[in-house]
């Protein structure tokens, strides 16, 4: 025990101070513990496995073997590979394009003056399909989509229209995906951009009014400028989400015909748990993720070129 | 006289796209309720001709639908009660307390956002394998227990509660423990209930966890089976005879939601696009 005399005033202030810091620490731990036990066992520690099993081949069932980067060398030469890619890069952008486009439209249709009660409704009906599960809503349209009987095709061909093979052709499959996934997300979107637009302050669009600006100005000098942080929040989302897209494709169209609509999420399932090639599956899914951050990474950079935050 | 024009306009667009949005909805239960033969009659009936609930008990007969609808409830809970608490304290910790190390952590939560599920869900796969786990919905509850998107949206939220009321606490000797209970809780009934809304709605909606883990269809979410059986109708070239047993299965699945969205819809919608904003 240290003798008073030897203990000079200013440590003797700080003991206290240092107890403190000490207690505040270990509850910091301690309240930390339960989300990192979890991080560790579930986020982290598959992260680094997942890195690992795409190094080796394995069937779950037999030992593994190391395969070093011979899984990335396959990944290269996989042609199926090749078309996969290009359907969720197509998927994406024309997903991210149309829910943008689409999202702000409703959103500046919905910004004017509506009665309470319509403006109830439509906020019911924009976001419920938002709400229901993806399986349930693709398997409702499924039997929209069917070329000869579905009600999409019954009202193209009153219109003059000819009846789509929706679901049938190696042209129309991916569409069809597209299609679905923007009529059952665009209602998120709208409300994020009505959000956003509401935070737009009326003495800007006033004084650009009495300067003289119509509606086409308006829109583009005013509106869209201030905009800018929604737009960048949902192209972000939307881009992780679009390249995550499985349970639509996979309901939709099975992938088909043949891999017309196969996505790469689709893949990395059935390569690890319909073939158990866990080993590829790995490095498919390893390979997905080095884009996605990559891309998301590439986005904040440039956000600060083009996002306008108040 | 234009703005007359123009405010039809509007309106007709509006009504339009409303109508889309849930034209689907409104087909499926009508034609639910409806006789077989007429899944696909042309033109469509928006309004059925009978009302008749043969398909909604041919389908409880025959599928475990009941099994799915509370095995989804169960995981859905589970799930987000224990996000609930997990999220909270870790937030906490980062909001306020202070200990070596906190910024660094905190950075390596952020990071996880961007680790899609199918990056990991193979070696959780093979550690719920070794486990013995598999086919058991303590597959589908334990993963997610833990959630980076959910820790930093409480976090964010704990940092805009005024330090004075703590501080105060502090002086009287109060330690985190009970700080946190008896001041931060108490004070974060909307952010929580904003977390438990997404979570219980992503969880419930889960089709890819499900899929992986769950072979059994006793033990199948409701997401799972309904999928499962359009997946069949599909296969079976889109003409198979129980049109009206899947179009009933998937009413039954969406009405909880449906009821929910009703009664919650306000706070729903705004609780998802705010999150939005905030971050």
Not at chain 1, 80 to 87: V, Y
Not at chain 2, 63 to 83: C, D, E, H, R, Y
Not at chain 2, 178 to 190: A, E, H, N, R, V
Not at chain 2, 238 to 243: H, R, T, V, Y
Request: glycine content about 8%; some cysteine; overall charge positive.
């Amino acid at each position: 025990m240290k003798d008073i005399d030897t203990v000079g005033i200013e440590e003797e202030r700080r003991e206290p101070m240092r107890r403190v810091a000490h207690r505040e620490a270990f509850w910091g731990y301690i309240f930390l513990l339960p989300t990192a036990i979890g991080f560790v066992i579930f986020v982290l520690g598959p992260m680094l496995g997942a890195m690992g099993i795409s190094t080796l081949k394995w069937d779950l069932l037999s030992p593994p073997k190391f395969a070093g980067t011979g899984n990335f060398a396959a990944l290269v030469k996989d042609a199926r590979l090749g078309l996969i890619l290009r359907n969720t890069v197509l998927f994406v952008i024309a997903d991210v394009l149309l829910n943008m486009l689409l999202g702000i439209a409703l959103a500046l249709l919905l910004r004017g003056k509506i009665p309470r009660v319509v403006g109830y409704f439509a906020r019911l009906a924009f976001f419920f399909p938002v709400i229901v599960s993806v399986s349930s809503a693709a398997a409702i349209w499924i039997f929209f989509l069917q070329k000869d009987l579905g009600i999409l095709n019954y009202y193209l061909h009153l219109i003059g229209l000819p009846r789509i093979p929706w679901l049938g052709s190696s042209r129309w499959a991916l569409r069809s995906v597209v299609l679905f996934d923007v009529w059952k997300n665009v209602g998120f979107y709208a409300m994020v951009f009505l959000a956003g637009l509401h935070n737009i302050p009326p003495q800007l669009t006033e004084a650009a009014i009495v300067d003289g600006a119509n509606e086409r100005q308006l829109l583009r000098h005013v509106t869209l400028p201030l905009l800018t942080p929604s737009i960048f929040f949902s192209v972000v989302i939307a881009l992780i989400n679009g390249f995550q897209v499985f349970a639509q494709s996979q309901i939709l169209t099975r992938g088909g015909p043949g891999d017309a609509s196969r996505t790469v999420v689709m893949y990395i399932y059935e390569q690890g748990f319909r073939y158990f090639q866990m080993g590829y599956a790995s490095s498919v899914a390893v390979m997905l993720f080095v884009v996605m951050a990559g891309l998301t990474l590439l986005q904040f950079r440039a956000s600060e070129r083009w996002v306008f935050y108040q | 006289m234009a703005y007359r024009a123009g405010r039809v306009l509007f309106y007709f667009f509006l009504f339009l796209i409303m109508a889309l949005m849930v034209a689907p909805f409104l087909w499926m239960f009508s034609v639910s309720v409806g006789r077989p033969s007429e899944v696909f009659v042309v033109p469509p009936h928006w309004i059925p001709s009978v009302v008749q609930f043969g398909s909604y008990l041919r389908v409880l007969r025959e599928l475990p639908f009941l099994s799915w609808f509370l095995n989804s409830f169960k995981i859905a809970s589970l799930v987000t009660v224990g996000q609930l608490f997990t999220c909270s304290t870790a937030a906490y910790a980062f909001a306020r307390l202070r200990f070596p190390g906190r910024n660094t952590l905190f950075l390596i939560l952020l990071s996880a956002l961007m680790i899609p599920l199918q990056v990991t869900i193979i070696p959780i796969f093979i550690i719920m394998r070794v486990l013995n786990l598999l086919d058991t919905h303590l597959a589908l509850i334990l993963p997610p227990l833990v959630s980076a998107f959910g820790v930093f949206l409480l976090r964010q939220f704990f940092l805009t509660i005024p330090r004075e009321l703590e501080d105060a606490a502090v002086m009287d000797g109060a330690a985190p423990p009970l700080i946190f209970w008896k001041i931060i809780l108490p004070l974060s009934g909307g952010a929580l209930a904003t977390l438990a809304v997404l979570t219980y709605n992503f969880f419930w909606n889960d089709y890819f966890s499900p899929l992986i883990f769950i072979n059994s269809p006793a033990k199948m979410t409701l997401p799972l089976g309904v999928g499962i059986m359009a997946g069949r109708y599909v296969e079976a070239g889109g003409m198979g005879a129980d049109a009206t047993g899947i179009v009933a299965a998937v009413s039954m699945s969406i009405v909880p939601v449906l009821l929910i969205f009703l009664f919650a819809q306000r706070y729903l919608i705004e609780s998802i696009t705010m999150t939005g904003l905030k971050t």
